[in-house]
C-alpha cells in the first residue's frame, strides 16, 4: 500500500471537518465567497512557513506554473463557495469531487503524461461513481441548474490547479515545500485582485471589522484544520498520482455524511440532511461504492 494513499485519506478526513465549519461561516458570519476565498488565500500564505524544511528556488517555468495553480485555486474556492451557499454541503462536495478526478484525467494525460494500470482506473472510476451517487442523492430538486453551472467550473479550475502543480513536483523530482509555496503565493497574489472591486473591498473591510470573536476562533479553527488537510494533499500529490488522490477525494464524501448525519439534528437549518429511505439507501450504496474502491486500489 503506497503512502500517498494513506496521507490523502488523512487529508479528505480533515477536509470533512473543514467543510462543516466552512458551511456554518457561510450562513452566518462570512455571508459572501469572494470574502471568505479572501481571507482564505491571505491565511494560506502561512505556507512560507515550511521554507526551512527543504525550499530552494525552482526554475522561472516551474515559478509561473505554480503561480498559476494558485491563482486557479482562489479562483476555484470563489465559485465552490458560491455553489456551496446555494445548495447543501453533501451534495456540492461530492459533486465536484467526482467531477475533479474526470477532468484531471484528461489534463494529467496531456500535460503531464500520466498513466495509470487497469487496477488503477477500475478503483478511480469506483470512487468517481460514489462521489457522484452521494452528491446525486443529496441534491434538493429546486434550484439545481445555479449550484450545478457554478460546481462545474470549479471544478475545472481546481482540476487546473492540481495538474499544474502535479507538473511542478515532476520538474522538481518530488520536492514538495517549493511547489507548495510558491502556488500558495500564487493564490495570495490572485485574492488581492479582489481588492480591486469596490464593493468586493468594501464588504471585505465590513465583514473583517463585523466578525464575532466565536465566529472568528470557528474561523482559525476552520482553516488550521484547511491548511494541514492542504498539506496533506499537495504531499500526497507529491508522492503519487493525481488522478488517484483527485479520485481519493470520495472519501471526503463519505466522512461528512457521517458528520453531517449527527450534525444534522442539532443544526438543520444549517446541515439539513436527508433521511427518508430512497436517500438514505443510495447514500449507503456509494458509500459501498467509494469503499470498494479503496480495496481496489489497497
Not at 522561472?60 to 463557495?81: E, K, R, Y
Not at 470512487?127 to 475545472?156: P, T
Not at 449527527?262 to 439539513?272: E, N, T, V
Request: proline content about 4%; aromatic content about 14%.
Amino acid at each position: 500500500m503506497s503512502m500517498y494513499i494513506l496521507v490523502a485519506i488523512a487529508g479528505y478526513l480533515t477536509f470533512a471537518v473543514n467543510s462543516v465549519i466552512d458551511k456554518f461561516l457561510l450562513r452566518r458570519a462570512i455571508p459572501e465567497p469572494a470574502t471568505y476565498a479572501f481571507f482564505i488565500s491571505m491565511l494560506s500564505l502561512s505556507a512560507l512557513l515550511l521554507a526551512p524544511f527543504g525550499y530552494f528556488r525552482p526554475e522561472n517555468w516551474d515559478i509561473g506554473l505554480a503561480l498559476l495553480s494558485g491563482a486557479c485555486f482562489t479562483g476555484a474556492l470563489i465559485v465552490f463557495f458560491a455553489a456551496l451557499k446555494r445548495q447543501d454541503a453533501s451534495a456540492v462536495l461530492p459533486f465536484v469531487g467526482g467531477v475533479v478526478p474526470l477532468l484531471t484525467v484528461f489534463m494529467s494525460f496531456s500535460l503531464s503524461s500520466e498513466r495509470l494500470s487497469p487496477r488503477d482506473y477500475l478503483a478511480a472510476g469506483l470512487l468517481i461513481a460514489g462521489s457522484f451517487l452521494i452528491g446525486w442523492a443529496g441534491s434538493k430538486k429546486h434550484g439545481a441548474a445555479g449550484w450545478i453551472v457554478l460546481a462545474i467550473v470549479a471544478s475545472a479550475l481546481f482540476a487546473s490547479s492540481f495538474t499544474l502543480v502535479k507538473i511542478v513536483y515532476l520538474d522538481l523530482h518530488g520536492a514538495f515545500v517549493p511547489g507548495l509555496i510558491w502556488s500558495r503565493v500564487g493564490g495570495f497574489l490572485a485574492a488581492l485582485l479582489i481588492l480591486l472591486h469596490p464593493m468586493s473591498r468594501r464588504k471585505i473591510f465590513s465583514t473583517s471589522r463585523a466578525i464575532a470573536p466565536p465566529s472568528l476562533g470557528l474561523f482559525f479553527l476552520g482553516q488550521a484544520l484547511a491548511s494541514g488537510a492542504a498539506i496533506a494533499q499537495n504531499y500526497a500529490l507529491s508522492l503519487g498520482s493525481v488522478t488517484m488522490v483527485n479520485a481519493l477525494q470520495g472519501t471526503q464524501f463519505a466522512f461528512l455524511f457521517v458528520l453531517t448525519s449527527f450534525l444534522s439534528k442539532k443544526y438543520p437549518k444549517i446541515l439539513f440532511e436527508d433521511f427518508s429511505r430512497g436517500v438514505f439507501f443510495k447514500k449507503i450504496l456509494a458509500i459501498l461504492l467509494i469503499s470498494a474502491g479503496l480495496i481496489a486500489i489497497f
